[in-house]
């Protein structure tokens, strides 16, 4: 049934492009060229959004709790003298439509200084060919400006070399047309400045520096998520 829907919606879409195509001869086209063109994808896209968490919201009852997990390496790219972060993200996520809860917990960033702040995005694509270079720009799907994006998680302390950070409430999801499944976590060099750097580059990344780490978010079990419940919180040592 959910297919069917997604299906025809999708050919609506398609149709509809295919109405506004321009000439073979231009065949090259932009969107911010062509708004009625934007305009008809963007209402496409809120009506699949709103289906979605329709159907999330009646399955909500008896829905089963989705996990992923996301293993965090060092980006190949990276010159051997860089920090080499390594860890865990795992996501939890009650029904489809509800806010993701994530633990992170990562090692290997600079002892010194004794604080510092990273931040951690979710990136377009699940490659890591060309280490985290190859993940792409920030996860976009509704082409708005950063942070508005889906997986701008923002910033995170670093203690003494060591992150551990449980996060709810995250608008990200693993369900859905804009499910991050399958795309990468990207953690940073430096601090998100969250869009108010003033520049060009402040709006698409916030400005957070060298990818340090990266991982692709893969479907997983309950049980890595149910082992950091139980754990102590925030113990470097264990
Ligand atoms: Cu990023
Ligand atoms: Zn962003």
């Not at 195509?21 to 911010?32: I, K, N, Q, R, T």
């Not at 804009?178 to 990468?184: E, F, L, N, P, Y």
Request: proline share 7%; with cysteine; charged share 15%.
């Amino acid at each position: 049934m959910l297919a069917f829907l997604f299906c025809g919606l999708l050919l609506a879409a398609r149709v509809s492009v295919t109405w506004t195509m321009p000439a073979a001869e231009e065949s090259s086209f932009d969107l911010e060229n062509t708004p009625d063109l934007a305009e008809k994808i963007s209402d496409i896209h809120a009506k699949v959004l709103e289906i979605w968490s329709e159907l999330g919201r009646q399955r909500e009852v008896n829905a089963t709790e989705m996990h992923a997990m996301c293993q965090v390496q060092p980006s190949a790219s990276l010159a051997t003298d860089q920090p080499q972060v390594t860890g865990l993200v795992l996501f939890r996520q009650p029904w489809p439509g509800a806010r993701l809860e994530a633990f992170f917990d990562l090692e290997g960033f600079p002892a010194e200084p004794n604080i510092s702040s990273h931040a951690i995005h979710v990136h377009q694509f699940g490659s890591l060919s060309q280490g985290c270079e190859s993940t792409g720009p920030h996860y976009n799907p509704m082409n708005v400006q950063h942070p508005q994006h889906p997986g701008d998680f923002g910033n995170f302390v670093v203690r003494d070399g060591r992150l551990w950070k449980f996060r709810s409430g995250l608008v990200a999801s693993l369900v859905g047309p804009h499910s991050i499944m399958g795309r990468a976590v990207v953690v940073h060099a430096g601090e998100d400045d969250m869009g108010r750097g003033g520049n060009q580059a402040s709006l698409e990344n916030g400005n957070a520096g060298r990818r340090l780490a990266c991982c692709v978010v893969a479907a997983s079990s309950s049980a890595a998520w149910k082992y950091q419940v139980l754990r102590p919180p925030c113990d470097p040592h264990t």
